[in-house]
């Protein structure tokens, strides 16, 4: 047991050989490596600058305010049909969203939930799990609509409560999830910038969170220092949620992550074009060059390093300073790049790559056949088959040899054959000098 155990985790011991391993195919050259880091930094500083903390951000502002045009846009495709004087109005258009795309499942304070849990209108979105824009929120949503239940994430426990009953449009089981998913897509709409009472009063509203924020409801764990307090991760996530870290400041804070990536990617496509003299096809920034996974580490792990550095310095001991100053999205790039690479490396990914590669070919060569069989003329094909059966039931009906033969003659003149023979055929070869020409 001891020896399977050492066998199973060699890979996690700090040994020359796994060094060597893990450097396998990295063919950057220093000015690669300088690309990677300056780009990161430039990262770094739009992150630090620009995107700051909620309610303290220049980008933040703008998303926010981008949010609001697709609020009002969607508003607008959905049915919403404002007065002139109404139709820059957000309050107007979410209240119309809220009216629209009614659901069961809105339940906005500890009173609605008959005193179960406590629950405020700052948090309620993040609580209840049908809020959440993601996979996890279009489940519970669904599973809340159809059975007419209401779930929320407490104390770390998951608690479902039953609502009013609710019943979906449609006549069967397709339709019925058809405007369930509607009715969830188009709730998230009228919640993402905020409800239409907070955003009537001129305030920004508490928006929903962004996807699979709400699991840090179950991190139970940790006492970290909030001014005078001590409070675990799970409690921190939710008032910094409270205080602004929703959807649309997730969006603010995936700009300085996308500007990293799409420069680093630019520069090496630039860099093996031009200095490698590499064909344009050979500098499409994929994953499948080594050299550019690794500028992506590191042109996020430098984002990442001046992101944290930063939110250090500012918290002053507080971490709930410190972590809504925390770029959530670029800490999930660089982890999951730093997975991935590892997973490579090591060669976990490589077999499901190459099967993945496999079927990708397979799939070409069938739509290429496909296309072959589309090119064939169906109705020429029914009829020449049809007349080859006819053919087949005659020459069963032959009782004798010659009614064979006269069949055979037969069947060559109706499928417009051409007989190796001219005239009779016993006459043909009867002649000395008569030849079967087969074309």
Excluded at 51 to 68: E, I, K, M, R
Excluded at 393 to 401: P, Q, V
Aim: hydrophobic fraction near 40%; charge should be negative; proline fraction near 2%.
């Amino acid at each position: 047991m001891m020896e399977e155990t050492e066998k199973k985790y060699t890979l996690l011991v700090n040994s020359k050989e796994n060094q060597t391993l893990l450097q396998l195919n990295d063919k950057c050259d220093k000015y690669d490596y300088l690309v990677a880091v300056a780009c990161g930094a430039i990262g770094g500083m739009i992150d630090i600058f620009l995107v700051g903390a909620p309610n303290d951000s220049v980008l933040g502002n703008w998303t926010d305010t981008q949010a609001d045009n697709a609020v009002k846009g969607f508003a607008k495709i959905s049915g919403w049909d404002p007065r002139e004087t109404q139709k820059d109005n957000v309050a107007s258009a979410i209240g119309y969203l809220e009216r629209k795309f009614k659901i069961n499942y809105d339940q906005r304070h500890s009173g609605d939930v008959g005193g179960l849990f406590n629950m405020s209108a700052k948090n309620h979105h993040i609580m209840s799990l049908s809020h959440s824009p993601d996979i996890i929120g279009l489940f519970f949503s669904i599973l809340n609509q159809f059975i007419s239940t209401s779930s929320f994430i407490d104390n770390g426990q998951l608690i479902t409560i039953k609502t009013d009953t609710f019943e979906l449009q449609g006549s069967n089981l397709i339709t019925k999830l058809f405007c369930g998913i509607a009715n969830w897509f188009g709730h998230i709409m009228s919640d993402i910038a905020g409800s239409s009472g907070t955003r009537g009063d001129i305030g920004r509203g508490t928006g929903v969170g962004i996807p699979f924020y709400e699991l840090f409801q179950f991190c139970k764990f940790g006492r970290f220092n909030v001014g005078k307090d001590k409070q675990d991760l799970a409690t921190i996530a939710v008032r910094a949620f409270q205080e602004g870290y929703d959807f649309r400041f997730g969006l603010a804070t995936a700009i300085p992550v996308v500007i990293t990536d799409l420069s680093i990617r630019l520069v090496w496509s630039l860099r093996k074009h031009f200095h490698h003299e590499r064909h344009i096809m050979e500098c499409i920034p994929s994953k499948n060059h080594p050299d550019l996974r690794i500028m992506l580490l590191f042109g996020n792990g430098t984002l990442c390093v001046m992101d944290g550095i930063d939110a250090g310095v500012r918290s002053g001991g507080n971490f709930l300073v410190f972590f809504m100053r925390l770029n959530l999205i670029a800490w999930y790039r660089f982890v999951s790049i730093v997975l991935k690479e590892v997973f490579i490396r090591v060669g976990i990914l490589d077999s499901l790559h190459k099967d993945i590669e496999s079927y990708k070919r397979i799939n070409n060569e069938l739509i290429l056949y496909l296309h072959e069989l589309e090119k064939l003329d169906i109705e020429m094909f029914r009829k020449e088959t049809d007349e080859y059966n006819n053919m087949t039931e005659i020459f069963t009906n032959a009782k004798t040899s010659d009614e064979l033969n006269a069949m055979l003659i037969y069947a060559v003149d109706i499928l417009n054959i051409n007989k190796p023979w001219i005239g009779s055929f016993n006459e043909h070869m009867s002649n000395e000098n008569g030849k079967l020409i087969f074309e």
